[in-house]
């Protein structure tokens, strides 16, 4: 399990306070997989999280896909566990202010390495 960070702890101790029912599938789905690369990676590296964000842009779409579930103001922050990725003073996540993951792996994604031709 990823040893470091205290996003990382946070995220899992709201994880599992969470009321699934209470959770769009989506947002369940997306921290799924989050909680899955902290359990099997201890020390992530960069390639990782790349392949974590690819894997959220993959399940979200486009940023429709976030909007339809989180709304344009951070409708769910409050409960869903991508809340520990927000800092304090800032109530919402949305396109404009990408502060949780799902948002960032959407608005700001990590440029994802380009195969190279042998020839």
């Given amino acids: 399990m990823t040893s470091g960070g205290i996003q990382t702890h946070d995220f899992i101790r709201r994880l599992k306070q969470v009321d699934e029912s209470s959770l769009p599938p989506l947002l369940l789905e997306l921290a799924r997989v ?4 902290i359990r099997e990676i201890d020390n992530p590296q960069l390639e990782d999280i790349r392949k974590l964000q690819g894997a959220m842009r993959r399940l979200i779409g486009d940023a429709t896909g976030l909007r339809a579930v989180c ?3 951070g409708e769910f922050c409050g409960q869903c566990p991508f809340g520990a990725y927000l800092p304090s003073g800032f109530p919402y996540a949305s396109e404009k202010q990408a502060l949780c993951l799902p948002w960032i792996a959407v608005v700001h994604p990590i440029p994802e390495e380009a195969p190279t031709a042998e020839g």
């Fill in 34 to 37: 989050m909680e899955a690369m």
């Fill in 71 to 73: 709304g344009t103001a």
